[in-house]
């Protein structure tokens, strides 16, 4: 049998392996749309925090491939809000070694994460209240308070107000070892047919 594109013999169905080689896409990926925060988070189904080159990072995620690839190599070159980006793909189509190269476009586009959209609406989910010897105790946690986390200085201690309950209860249980901490909840709201409370702890 030969190949049907050269007339060499066939060796992978109707073609030999260099034309079978040439007409087969190793990889394919296609230009794309990231939305990034000014904190630094960036959008890929839900809002993430960005750990290293979230721009490498999405490109990775999008190449498409139905064979096996030994080595990917990414260049990036800005310019304004659009990056250029070479991808280098190294795999095996086959038995046979193949390179090749795409070249694709990411706009980025600026917008509010979740978090940053209720931090400019001054919300917030629990508020941790020290009273009593606040000074000591406030100087026990401040380090281990997120960054979310907003600090009221009052005459009668501190109020922090967390983003998460999470986070303030987190905290919470680890006062509880050496102060006497109190929690209780208030109804703030109804949202979507949802009863919605805030948490308070109260810490002396």
Known sequence: ???IK??????IGNFCSSCFLGK????????????????????DKVWRKADNDIIKEQIGKRIKTKYRLVKKEIALKSYGNRVAATIVCYGIVHAHKKKEERKITITIKKRK???????LGRYYEAVLQIRGEYN??????????????????????????FLKKSE???IAKALKVRYEV???????ATKKGKKLYRNYYSVR
């Open 24 to 43: 087969e896409s190793l990889f394919e990926i296609k230009d794309f749309l990231l939305y990034v925060c000014d904190c630094g988070s960036y959008y």
């Open 168 to 170: 303030a209860a987190k």
């Open 136 to 161: 000591k105790i406030f100087n026990k946690i401040k380090s281990r308070l997120p960054k979310t986390a907003r600090t009221e200085k009052t005459k009668h201690g501190y109020d922090i107000r």
């Open 182 to 188: 109190k929690s209780s909840f208030k109804f703030v």
């Open 6 to 11: 050269c007339g060499k013999k066939a060796e």
């Open 113 to 119: 994460c979740d978090t940053c959209v209720k931090l």
């Open 1 to 3: 049998m030969f190949c």
